[in-house]
């Protein structure tokens, strides 16, 4: 079986990971799989895909040329050389422009939702061509319960969707060295692990910094659009020395282990991978009160309101001043991590290819 996994750029991101931990593993249970990106930026993602032998086609430098229409001319192109079994994409475009480019060629096409919502649904435009393109996909999987339930209820006829709960390496991360370069930041780390884009809200832990100790560092894995932004709220809030942005990581398990505090701030989320690694990782994990958090950290780690930056700071102290809880708190983020594990996430996906392949016409 031939498979070829179709997404926007591998810079940063839920998506970007699940292809690291996935493609691998699916190569290594004999199955031909390759990954096309829209934007051929070398980043360690890439450079890992690479050094386990994943073939990677890229069409372009700058995710700013992802939804260039040229894309669906070379994704129809890679697609008939390919002579692929089935297109699975990830992500807005490749979703779209798969479904434009397989037009008279008929490889079956599996898409992921990785996330609740997203901006197009609020506009009544959209929904048209959304029906449309849905229905050209064998199968739509939905990353968490949530977003299946919003998926349906944005598109009411939609009958080809099932749930694939996204999964981590999860000893990976709870067993993982510490990054010695994060640790001697200071004596007490806050690491948040998301792209610098719109969904993401590290604005709120860069405010909340003012109402912890000085002591306190915020370490922001990660990179992206809005990274300027960043730069002057933490200026304007005379945060320099206490905020720290470190880029993107090829060793986001090792700063987990330098940490004390892991964090996903956000305004909506599908199954965050980043959070099911914040969770493995050993540290007390916080989140925001939203779809797609919420599902998996409830009853676990510790919640507070979106938005919230002084009721993050309360929970963190509070977190300090009660070692027990803390204690508690790790262990249950860490047994309902260890729930995800990517092998199942490959399983699952392997049965829904033969499924779709063999399926009757």
């Known amino acids: 079986m031939r498979i070829l996994h179709v997404i926007t750029s591998l810079l940063t991101g839920g998506a970007e990971k699940l292809m690291v931990d996935l493609l691998p593993r699916m190569k290594a249970k004999g199955y031909d799989v390759e990954l096309c ?33 040229r894309n669906i001319l070379r994704l129809r192109k890679l697609i008939i050389s390919g002579k692929y079994d089935i297109i699975h994409t990830h992500n807005t475009a490749p979703q779209l422009y798969a479904s434009i ?13 990785h996330n609740t919502t997203n901006r197009r649904r609020n506009n009544i435009f959209f929904k048209g061509f959304d029906a449309w393109m849905y229905r050209q996909y064998s199968k739509i999987i939905c990353i968490s ?8 209820s944005y598109l009411h006829k939609l009958n080809n969707v099932c749930i694939v709960f996204n999964g981590i390496d999860y000893y990976k991360y709870s067993k993982a060295e510490l990054a010695n370069d994060v640790r001697t ?20 832990l860069i405010k909340a910094m003012q109402y912890l100790p000085k002591d306190f560092h915020l370490c922001l894995v990660g990179d ?10 933490i200026s304007e809030l005379k945060l320099n020395e206490r905020v720290h942005l470190l ?37 007390p994990f916080l989140a925001d009160d939203v779809d797609g958090l919420r599902e998996i950290v409830k009853g676990h780690g510790v919640l507070f309101e979106h938005g919230d930056f002084r009721g993050f700071a309360d929970a963190i102290l509070k977190l300090e001043e009660d070692p027990e809880y803390r204690k ?14 990517i092998d199942n996430v490959v399983d699952n996906y392997i049965d829904i290819y033969k499924n779709v392949l063999y399926a009757k016409l």
Do not use: W
């Open 185 to 204: 930041i200071g004596s007490r780390i806050v690491v948040m692990v998301a792209a610098f884009r719109d969904q993401k809200d590290q604005p709120t």
């Open 37 to 69: 990106t829209f934007d051929s930026t070398v980043t360690p993602f890439r450079l890992e895909l690479e050094k386990a032998g994943v073939v990677v086609h890229a069409f372009h430098y700058g995710v700013q040329n992802v939804y260039d229409p």
């Open 328 to 341: 508690n708190i790790v262990e249950s983020c860490q047994k309902k991590a260890s729930e995800y594990d």
């Open 101 to 113: 480019a397989n037009i008279g060629i008929h490889v079956r096409l599996v898409t992921t939702e």
């Open 247 to 283: 880029g993107i990581r090829n060793d986001v398990h090792n700063v987990l282990a330098a940490s004390d505090y892991v964090v996903m701030c956000s305004h909506y989320e599908g199954l965050s991978l980043s959070s099911l690694e914040g969770m493995a990782s050993g540290k």
């Open 224 to 233: 992206g659009t809005r990274r300027t932004e960043y730069e002057n709220l």
């Open 145 to 152: 319960k949530q977003a299946e339930i919003n998926l349906k």
